[in-house]
């Protein structure tokens, strides 16, 4: 007769093999929260799940709207304000519209399609913005880009709904840090190819080709990520709650008060909005010492690939021992790094040694931001279970959307005084968030 463990291990074979190796997995019980036909499956699918979420991630990373869009604007020529809605535009657009995409989603057994979906309006949004940037210069060109930006951020608000709850059906707790570590690594180690690659051998007076072809890697990299995604084996889930999506959104909104800690959790994850905030201060204050040539794009670029490459596994395997313990940690560090920042403004520390401080400062903050990432993610994966994922997922992320608007504008009216003031303010609420994180509860430890 077979034991429990028997019975929920993964199929043997080279792709077990391979998985077994590369995540150290020797003990059965991590299928213990998915379905032995889940279980069953779990080697291909985390292998599935590791291409698409790579692709992903490199084009958040290759296109990010921290250094790439706003580099891109200021070469066309678009007013500077528009620059300064990039941001905002994809972060809370991506998470607002959750509640209703949630309830919508409910509704279908199989949810992969919808990241499918969402992960190819990504990558064609971004493709569109090429032909907009031949096309146009100006505020023309900058206006377009937004829109095609809204396109793109709700696409990504589609994949953001729905990922969690696919993965926590697909591949089992415990080893979710893991697979968004290694994915978030290999992005990293593409960033830092083409940072270096550009600060190397591209002339630093080019200005639109080059950043034009990182576009159009990142809008193949999505389209990639939806083709690999669409070949997911999973398992039709539980429908109940789907149907009227407002309906739904509306009810979704208890779950903030029957799941204490779930409101702990996203009073801690909008405080550590923060580290988003900060990233194009950062940015702005590598500018403003080093100058606006390419090259020092190619450098940021670089950092924060680096960044990825060498903090993600960390954080990942971190997380799936205690991604409390990471928020609590990226917290502090995020303080203490805006601190340090700011005195470098006040000493005129970039005066002396140019755009190199505040590199510095942008790739030590990007390995924080991925921490707070990879924590807050498998923290809410692992809050949850196979009947409240997607709901919990979209109200965390509809809040922190308003979080994330209201927090957005504050802080840009206090870095009209200056980016380093700001990067000062947001010391208060990244010290907050950790001393909120100490009061969760711990889940993976939890037998």
Partial sequence: MSSTAERTRPGDGPIRDFYDLITGDENARVCKDIS?????????????????????KAGDLVASPKLVLPWLMAVLGAPTW???????????????????????????????????????????SVL????????????????????????FSLGRGVCSASYKDVQGKTVAKTRRGTLSGYASSAAGGLAVLLGAGLWLFVPASADLGPILALLALAGL???????????????????????????????????????????????????????????????????????ASLSHLAILLLVSGLASLVSAPFWGRFSDYSSRQVLMLTGVAAAVLNVLIALAVVTGLGDVAGVWPF??????LAGIHAGVRLGRKTYLTDLGNRDDRAQLTAVANTTIGVILLVGGGLIAAIGSAGPAVAVAAL???????AWLARGLPELEQAE
């Avoid at 032995?36 to 992903?56: G, K, M, W, Y």
């Avoid at 569109?128 to 396109?151: E, H, T």
């Avoid at 590199?359 to 030590?364: D, E, L, P, Q, W």
Wanted: some cysteine; hydrophobic content about 60%; overall charge positive.
């Fill in 36 to 56: 032995d036909s889940a279980c069953r499956e779990q080697p291909t699918n985390f292998f599935i799940h590791l291409v698409s979420l790579f692709a992903n």
């Fill in 82 to 124: 528009m620059a300064g809605l990039l941001v905002p535009i994809r972060e809370s657009l991506a998470l607002l519209p959750q509640l209703v995409i949630a309830g919508w989603m409910r509704a279908h057994p199989v949810r992969k399609w919808f990241w499918v979906g969402g992960a190819a309006t990504q990558g064609l």
């Fill in 128 to 151: 569109a913005m090429i032909g907009a940037a031949l096309a146009f210069d100006g505020a023309v060109a900058g206006g377009l880009i937004l829109l095609l930006l809204i396109v």
């Fill in 221 to 291: 990299l999505w389209v990639a990520a939806a083709i690999v995604f669409a070949a997911l084996r999973e398992f039709p889930g539980a429908t109940e709650g789907g149907g009227n999506a407002l309906k739904t959104a509306v009810a979704s909104l208890s779950l903030i008060r029957d799941k204490p800690a779930f409101g702990r959790f996203i009073a801690v994850r909008g405080l550590l909005v923060a580290t988003a905030l900060a990233a194009p201060y950062y940015a702005q204050l590598a500018r403003t010492s080093g100058g």
């Fill in 359 to 364: 590199a510095a400062g942008y790739f030590v």
């Fill in 427 to 433: 010391t208060v609420p990244a010290l907050l968030a």
